[in-house]
C-alpha cells in the first residue's frame, strides 16, 4: 500500500525559504503538491511527471518541484514566500494506471494517494 509522509513545513516571514519533502513508498506515476489555506478549496500548485513539471500562476518562478527516485522522496523547494503561501501542504501520488497527468493544470481526482499535510505559515 503506497504511503506519503510530508515533513519540513514551518513558521518563517515573508520572503523566506522552506524545503517541504515527501517520503513515498511504493510504485507512483505522478506526483504534486496542493495546499489548502484557510477558508479556501485545495489549490493544486507544483506537479511532476517523467521530469516535466507544472506551476500555478500563484507559485511559478518561486517553487521548485523536484523528485529524486533514489531516496524515494518528492521534494518542494519555496523561496521568496508570501503570507498568501500560508496553508497545510500535500503531497499527493497517482498509484495506479489510467489516470493521465495533466500538464495545464492540477485537478484532485487524478491523484488517489495523499500524505496528512504539512503547516506552513508565513508572516509578514
Known amino acids: 500500500q503506497e504511503r506519503l509522509v510530508e515533513s519540513g513545513g514551518g513558521s518563517v516571514q515573508a520572503g523566506g525559504s522552506l524545503r517541504l519533502s515527501c517520503a513515498f513508498s511504493?510504485?507512483?506515476?505522478?506526483m504534486g503538491w496542493f495546499r489548502q489555506a484557510p477558508g479556501k478549496e485545495r489549490e493544486g500548485i507544483a506537479s511532476?511527471?517523467?521530469?516535466?513539471?507544472y506551476y500555478a500562476d500563484s507559485v511559478k518562478g518561486r517553487f521548485t518541484i523536484s523528485l529524486d527516485n533514489t531516496k524515494n522522496t518528492l521534494y518542494l523547494q519555496m523561496n521568496s514566500l508570501k503570507p498568501e503561501d500560508t496553508g497545510i501542504y500535500y503531497c499527493?501520488?497517482?498509484?495506479?494506471?489510467?489516470?493521465?497527468?495533466?500538464?495545464?493544470?492540477?485537478?484532485?481526482?487524478?491523484?488517489?494517494?495523499w500524505g496528512q499535510g504539512t503547516q506552513v505559515t508565513v508572516s509578514s
Open positions: 511504493g510504485n507512483t506515476y505522478y
Open positions: 499527493a501520488a497517482r498509484t495506479t494506471r489510467g489516470g493521465a497527468w495533466h500538464s495545464d493544470d492540477m485537478p484532485a481526482y487524478a491523484y488517489n494517494a
Open positions: 511532476i511527471h517523467a521530469r516535466i513539471t
